[in-house]
């Protein structure tokens, strides 16, 4: 396909895309980072040069997102999984419920964690319709004591998301782990946002909490060290031995999206890449059909249909063979999912389009 490096379209829902300049400049650091005589991946996390990597890391992740001072940014391990259980073991009392917005299978999981700990209120839930759609989250009946509001930004199985952030009375925490910097967003809507690193930001490893400072003081004291938000900020992220590697990439990911204009300028690159895809859907006569309702469609994960189960494991070899990966869909929606992330380049969007119309026209 002519791609750098013979690389290949990795429509991988995650780990997903890294930008070729950031693989490339950590190529370069491998060795010996800065003159530092070892790579990042050797370095103490208590080293003045990874102590710089985190802190320009922090500090160009707020740069991006508009974080407001009032809040604090976490660099975690465990998984967005781990925060699953995390923030009901710290903000879930006894005596009061957490109202769970479900709309897709991540949701699923994150309600079945926070039952271990306590009380939960399934305030919405779209199994019925195969999770195609995400409600108005304004519309929603929640409890009036709420300890939180939880829902899930981006739904990467089902690929249905929300498209603008919402106003609730409830503390309102969020899974952003697959659309996180995809867009810009209001910070100052939520008390919390967490999302692993390894969809839009760097490989696995590192999971992004961001906090705000109200919301922290009202966690619970004395839990076990590493799954007490307050000590891990206290230790700047740095109570155990951190994924040192994942942060730097995260880092350079980060300095990667700023000077190519920002956020509002992921929005718009990841809008026309989408639109490609979903153009090849909507303009197939009904060949391929699309998975989610159009006003929720996923900008990052886009599921569609072929007209059986045959045809789709043809379309996926061919095109696998055509160098485009990673396409079958989960077993849960069937199909295709085709992912772009940040990082992943529009010539593969292209590609796919042209290879949906060529295939279509073909056996249509
Ligand atoms: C929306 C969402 N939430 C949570 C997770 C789980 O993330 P992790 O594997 O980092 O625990 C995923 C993983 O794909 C996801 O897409």
């Known amino acids: 396909m002519g791609q750098p490096y013979n690389r290949i379209f990795n429509f991988s829902a995650g780990p997903g895309v890294l930008p070729i300049e950031v693989l490339e400049q950590a190529k370069e650091g491998l060795m010996n ?26 500090a160009d992740l707020r740069t991006l997102m508009g974080v407001p001072d009032n809040y604090k940014v976490l660099f975690l391990q ?26 897709g299978a991540w949701g699923k999981k994150a309600i079945e964690s926070a039952k271990v700990y306590g009380a939960t209120n399934l305030v919405f839930d779209a199994k019925a319709e195969n999770y195609n759609y995400v409600p108005d989250l304004a519309s929603l009946m929640y409890t009036s004591d709420a300890a939180f509001v939880h829902f899930t930004t981006n739904e990467t199985i ?3 998301q929300f498209h603008s952030d919402p106003t609730l009375a409830a503390p ?27 969809k839009n930001m760097g490989p696995a490893g590192a999971t992004v909490v961001i906090i705000r400072d109200d919301f922290l003081e009202e966690g619970k004291f004395g839990l076990p060290p590493m799954f007490d938000y307050k000590v891990q900020v ?18 350079l990911v980060y300095k990667k999206l700023i000077s190519d204009g920002g956020l509002a300028a992921s929005q718009q690159r990841n809008a026309a890449k989408a639109k490609l895809i979903y153009d090849a859907v909507d303009n197939s006569g009904g060949f391929y ?3 989610s309702q159009p006003e929720s469609r996923s900008v990052m994960n886009i599921t569609f249909t072929l007209p059986n189960e045959d045809l789709t494991n043809q379309f996926v ?14 077993r849960s929606v069937g199909g295709i999912r085709a992912t772009a992330y940040n990082s992943f380049p529009v010539e593969g969007c292209e590609a796919l389009a042209t290879a949906m119309k060529d295939f279509a026209a073909k056996i249509g």
């Open 158 to 160: 089902q690929g249905v």
């Open 33 to 58: 980072y800065k003159d530092a005589g070892m790579s990042v991946m050797e370095m103490s996390h208590r080293s003045k040069a990874f102590e710089t990597i985190i802190q320009e890391a922090e």
């Open 289 to 291: 059909k699309g998975h």
């Open 317 to 330: 070899k061919e095109t696998e063979a055509a160098g485009l990966d990673g396409l079958k869909g989960h």
């Open 234 to 251: 206290e230790n700047g992220s740095l109570y155990n031995t951190p994924p040192c590697w994942t942060i730097y990439i995260c880092g």
């Open 78 to 103: 465990g998984g967005a999984s781990t925060q699953f259980a995390m923030i009901p073991m710290s903000f879930l009392p006894a005596g009061k419920p957490a109202d769970y917005v479900v709309t």
């Open 172 to 198: 309102v925490v969020c899974d952003m782990s697959s659309d996180i910097m995809s867009r810009p967003v209001d910070v100052s809507k939520y008390a919390l946002i967490y999302a692993g690193a390894q």
